[in-house]
């Protein structure tokens, strides 16, 4: 019932800065949680940082405190990715997700969120 498109991603150098969206269609008048995650090759799936529909609250995970922001445009249901300093580690497949769980203690948890889009792949050069 939620459709998820990622835009944004490329190639950067190392320090560079790169903005991801996620536009999102379908129950775009429900209430729902979004969140980033991100998968490197031989790598689990892990979050990012997400964005609770309740009160606005937002998470990082401690590998990108301080360096990425996740913030929301309800007018235009799209959510957004500020990616700052990028470091090479920061290569992967960037995920966006939408949860309509109400219970926000799971934000960081893959199983939460019922809805994905295809990605977009980030690549951050030395």
């Known amino acids: 019932q939620v459709s998820l498109a990622e835009s944004g991603g490329g190639l950067v150098q190392a320090g560079d800065s790169l903005r991801l969206s996620c536009a999102a269609s379908?129950?775009?008048?429900?209430?729902?949680?979004m969140a980033w995650f991100r998968q490197a090759p031989g790598k689990e799936r892990e979050f990012v940082a997400a964005i609770m529909w309740s009160d606005s609250r937002t998470y990082y995970a401690d590998s990108v405190k301080g360096r990425f922001a996740i913030s929301r445009e309800i007018a235009k249901n799209t959510v957004h990715l500020q990616m700052n300093s990028l470091k090479p580690e920061d290569t992967a497949v960037y995920y966006c997700?939408?949860?309509?769980?109400?219970?926000?203690?799971?934000?960081?948890?893959?199983?939460?969120?019922?809805?994905w889009g295809q990605g977009t792949q980030v690549t951050v050069s030395s």
């Open positions: 379908g129950r775009t008048a429900s209430s729902y949680s």
């Open positions: 997700a939408a949860s309509l769980g109400y219970s926000g203690i799971y934000y960081s948890q893959r199983n939460w969120y019922g809805y």
